[in-house]
């Protein structure tokens, strides 16, 4: 059986003319990628924060005898 279709296929459909993605696919595209990793990676959200908060910690302790020592020159 031979199948004609697969060596000539139909010709688009009129009016299916590429115009670029329209703005509400763009963003539901984006809220997806957005909340996509949000659900699949939420149990693990609370640790990686907490990792987070305790780095910006010990940066805030480092900084703040510079931040005194420049803040006393200028006071």
Not at 29 to 55: D, H, K, N
Request: negative net charge.
């Amino acid at each position: 059986m031979k199948r004609d279709w697969d060596r000539n296929p139909l010709p688009p459909p009129d009016g299916s003319d590429d115009k670029g993605t329209d703005p509400i696919s763009t963003f539901l595209l984006l809220a997806f990628l957005t909340v996509a990793p949000l659900i699949y990676f939420g149990s693990q959200l609370r640790t990686i924060e907490a990792w987070l908060v305790t780095a910006y910690g010990v940066v805030e302790a480092w900084l703040n005898p510079i931040r005194d020592w420049f803040l006393g020159l200028l006071g």
